[in-house]
């Protein structure tokens, strides 16, 4: 039991739920204290020692019902079928297999189990010969129909296939019964072998694509053509959800130092004059924090239309874990979308702000007018700015003083630009002006860059 | 909910004996517990493992624990967690103000002790043997943690909402969580004679480290289906007709399906048939739900929102 405890452990692990040796060794010793009389008993106590959230939750549940299947040991239905026929044919015949076909299929075990319908031996044999197969290393789903054929040919299907080869090579159609009861058994062998092929690829491969399938996204260029695939676009949406959880997670530990202090003799013996000279009260060093704030600034005009649902979507991400945080977006005007964002869920935000002021022509001049008028006020020294845009300006006025002006009263400025830097001086793309104004200006093509950006941001700009 | 004489007697004399026994004991205490939860529950008191209760808020985690506490009738010991909390206020704190004073009225007394010394070393040698006096027991103020682990016939630690505390505080957790110990500078390790039976609740504010997670047993109270949550608010609300009882859990059960900010959860069922006991209703009319609409929803947008629904919802059933 333990090894076949093991084996679920790993199944586990490949579908996403860490499994620690530590939970392990805790996995069996409650399963030792419920025992395995009890399904729904036997998996809560595991669930309750191996599943750590309630996603985890989710996940043990189906891989507890796939590897834990109830049909597993059901027994080939073609063995009895086979027999059937042979009795209905005969009709004297008996119920067990024939001297001679024993005879015939001596040498091969498995031509005898199946002649026996010796369901047991079967499953066993594929137990033995999918761990020599390697079965449970299944990777792709495309591996599938040659780890069936290994499968079938560890249990010793070849000897099979002799042995029909032979039967019906026999003189008089001898043989004939036996081949085709053989055959019959064959063929659902087949499908044994092929379900549980399948049930050890939804086993151990289906995380792993899963993560295959992140991995590229991550990398993938945003403002390429048409953008993120429409299917991948939940996937998305979970990703930049756990990208900024994390950032943010990472960014209120920093704001937690300040509670931690030495003790304040000068403070404590101020206070103590108030009980003649006795340190009664003790002060603690605090280290002021200033609150940090992020204006963040998107474009979604129409050169960076691919990008923009998706700057968007990190936009409100951010929104959602970052206590102060202003954003703007813009493409012929700028508006402000805090509210927008506070009052709908994730889609709808993005629709409307699209559908506000997207997909115009881009003035950059005008917009940054338009913020310095309405909301430079909202700059200060503690004050991030970070611009989500490609610096094309459709050769209108970059207005360059008011960038300069928002650069000189801000704590830094972070410019991201979805365009590979060589394209920055190309066309009306008015980049390398505006970078002299930054603090950073930076390529950010893909998710996994952004995420390496802005936690870079937070590190070094955004005050602690 | 009145269960059987021999039943209860069995639980009653070993709530911790099987999970069957554990689910009655605690309907014996008014807390209709789910298979799920009571395995749980059962395999950290097996295990000695502290148990990390989660799900949204109002499903009755801290309910859970205060449950427990009077099934096997020990004594229930309650750290709430926020941010900022540290060791000084979970663990012990030395009382200055009494070490202060005693220092200072003990001054002259310490005069005469040191008077006689020949010279300056022996004095010090003295005063090194009376130093540690101001360390000791009586100036020590335990906090939760460690008067849960002072309590010698054990009892039920509830770290309540974990997810509030700093990442340093949960990494300090680890050594009581694990081995029941805690170690203070001045005094040495101290551990538990009998281990607490320690719950962590969290709403999830954030991610949990793996360290912590690790050493806990977990489990998910999810929002119950119909059946449990009439078991429940029929054991909660004594006297509430059936009927009611059924009418409104259904009719919380459909707010559930739809898009709220806020999902009314257990507690809020709870107090809605309360409120509506107290309003003497025997069923749910369309006039009565608006009226105690805000029971059950918190935010002014959701009550917004169901309130023209308010009849459609009622006669979908």
């Known amino acids: 039991m333990q090894h076949t405890l093991e084996q679920f452990f790993r199944a586990l ?13 805790d996995a069996s010793r409650a399963a030792a204290v419920v025992g395995y009389a009890d399904r729904d008993l036997f998996r809560d106590a595991l669930c309750a020692t191996l599943a750590k959230s309630s996603d985890e939750v989710a996940r043990f549940d189906a891989v507890f019902e796939t590897f834990f299947a109830r049909d597993a040991a059901r027994p080939p239905a073609s ?13 004297a015949q008996d119920e067990g297999p024939s001297e001679a076909d024993m005879a015939a299929a001596e040498g091969s075990p498995l031509a005898q189990a199946v002649l026996q319908g010796d369901v047991a031996a079967i499953q066993q044999s594929m137990e033995s010969a999918a761990a020599r197969a390697g079965v449970s290393e299944i990777r792709l789903s495309t591996q599938r129909s040659r780890l069936t054929r290994r499968l079938l040919e560890e249990m010793g299907l ?7 080869a032979n039967a019906r090579r026999l003189p008089g159609g001898e043989g004939e019964g036996l081949a085709d009861r053989l055959e019959a058994a064959r063929r659902g062998l087949f499908e044994q072998a092929q379900a549980y092929v399948a049930r050890q690829h939804d086993l151990y491969a289906a995380g792993s694509a899963r993560e295959l399938r992140e991995e590229r996204l991550a990398r993938k260029q945003l403002n390429a053509d048409g953008g993120v695939d429409p299917v991948d676009y939940e996937l998305m949406a979970a990703l930049v959800k756990k990208m900024a959880k994390r950032l943010a997670a990472k960014y209120s530990r920093r704001r937690h130092v300040a509670h931690k202090g030495h003790l304040d003799v000068r403070k404590t013996l101020r206070r103590s004059l108030a009980y003649g000279g006795v340190p009664f009260d003790i002060q603690f060093k605090v280290k002021k924090v ?11 005009s129409k050169s960076v239309a691919a990008a923009a649902q998706f700057l968007l979507t990190f936009l409100y991400s951010l929104n959602e874990v970052v206590d102060r945080l202003e954003a703007f977006a813009f493409s012929g005007r700028l508006i402000s979308v805090n509210d927008i964002l506070d009052d709908h869920g994730v889609e709808q935000a993005i629709f409307k702000v699209l559908q506000e002021i997207g997909f115009q022509q881009t003035d950059y001049g005008r917009a940054l007018q338009d913020f310095s008028e309405q909301h430079l ?7 991030t700015v970070i611009v989500l845009g490609d610096g094309r300006s459709n050769f209108a006025d970059p207005r360059l003083d008011l960038m300069k002006e928002i650069h000189d009263r801000s704590r830094a400025v972070i410019w991201l630009n979805p365009e590979p830097e060589s394209y920055w001086a190309q066309g009306d793309s008015v980049m390398y002006r505006y970078a002299r104004f930054c603090h950073v200006a930076k390529q950010c093509g893909t998710l996994e860059q952004l995420e390496r950006i802005i936690d870079d941001v937070l590190r070094s700009y955004v005050p602690h | 909910m009145t269960p059987s004489p021999t039943a209860a007697n069995a639980a009653a004399a070993d709530p911790l004996g099987s999970v069957d026994a554990l689910i009655e004991g605690l309907g014996s205490v008014g807390y209709i517990a789910s298979r799920r939860i009571a395995t749980a529950l059962f395999m950290a008191a097996k295990l000695q493992k502290p148990i990390l209760v989660e799900g949204s808020a109002g499903v009755g985690k801290t309910e859970l624990a205060l449950s427990t506490a009077a099934l096997l009738g020990l004594p229930l010991i309650r750290m709430q967690c926020y941010e900022g909390l540290d060791e000084s206020k979970a663990l012990y704190e030395w009382k200055y103000g009494k070490q202060l004073l005693y220092t200072q009225i003990l001054k002259d007394r310490m005069g005469e002790q040191l008077a006689d010394a020949p010279d300056m070393e022996a004095a010090m040698d003295r005063l090194h043997g009376m130093g540690d006096l101001f360390f000791s027991e009586p100036f020590l103020e335990p906090r939760p943690l460690m008067k849960a682990l002072r309590e010698d016939d054990g009892c039920v630690l509830l770290i309540d909402e974990v997810d509030k505390s700093d990442e340093a505080f949960e990494a300090f957790l680890l050594e009581v969580l694990s081995a029941y110990q805690v170690s203070v500078p001045e005094l040495g390790v101290l551990k538990a004679k009998t281990p607490p039976l320690v719950f962590l609740t969290s709403n999830n504010v954030r991610d949990l480290g793996d360290a912590l997670k690790r050493r806990c047993l977990h489990l998910h109270i999810p929002l119950p289906e119909a059946a449990l949550e009439e078991r429940i608010v029929a054991s909660r609300v004594p006297g509430i007709e059936a009927k009611l009882t059924r009418e409104l859990v259904g009719f919380v059960q459909s707010l559930r399906t739809m898009d709220l900010r806020k999902s009314p959860s257990i507690s809020e069922t709870v107090d809605w048939a309360r409120a509506l006991v107290l309003l003497h209703a025997d069923s749910l009319q369309p006039e009565l739900v608006r009226e105690t609409l805000n029971v059950i929803l918190k935010f002014e947008q959701d009550i917004a929102a169901i309130e023209p629904q308010v009849v459609e919802l009622l006669h979908r059933r």
Request: glycine content about 4%; some cysteine.
């Open chain 1, 290 to 300: 200033d609150k940090p704030s992020i204006v963040a600034i998107c474009d979604v």
């Open chain 1, 377 to 383: 006020d909202k700059l200060d020294r503690r004050t």
């Open chain 1, 158 to 164: 070849e000897e099979i296939e002799r042995i029909i």
């Open chain 1, 13 to 25: 692990r490949a579908s996403d739920v860490r499994v620690s040796p530590a939970e392990a060794i």
């Open chain 1, 79 to 91: 063995p009895s079928r086979s027999e059937e026929e042979s009795q209905s044919e005969g009709g």
